[in-house]
């Protein structure tokens, strides 16, 4: 009994001790796939994308639902296809701010997380849509 609870202690303190991963989400509009050194391009030189590809976690097999930036976009924040989030391109369309309390960034927020968004945002966030100000929320 002894050795079980010196196992147990053992592996609740090797639990507690990991780190959680880092996350780094990179997302480009309009990129084909081979445009990047790690995904067989011979001409364009990315090596600093190329070792995050090496040392991470690279998507070979990913599609969009919408062929426009915006929709797309949403779709990917949310887990939602735009027929059910509704976001479409420049229409004064925005994500209701109950949805994006469900959405990727905010539950790693709530997690513990640090989140950011750096580049084309074009994420439009409750009333108002692009011009609502509210594209701090990440």
């Known amino acids: 009994m002894k050795y079980i609870f010196v196992i147990l202690f053992l592996f609740v303190t090797l639990l507690k001790a990991q780190e959680r991963p880092n996350i780094v989400f990179i997302l480009t509009d309009d990129q084909s796939y081979d445009l990047l050194g790690c995904t067989g391009n011979a001409v364009v030189q990315t090596p600093n994308i190329d070792k995050i590809a090496q040392e991470g976690i690279l998507f070979t097999n990913a599609h969009v639902t919408s062929a426009i930036c915006t929709p797309s976009r949403i779709s990917i924040l949310l887990s939602q296809y735009e027929r059910k989030h509704g976001v479409n391109f420049n229409s004064g369309t925005s994500v209701s701010d109950t949805a994006w309390e469900n959405s990727y960034p905010v539950i790693l927020r709530n997690s513990g997380y640090y989140t950011g968004w750096v580049g084309k945002n074009h994420a ?9 100000g509210h594209g701090t929320k990440f």
């Open 124 to 132: 439009p966030i409750g009333e108002g849509g692009y011009d609502s």
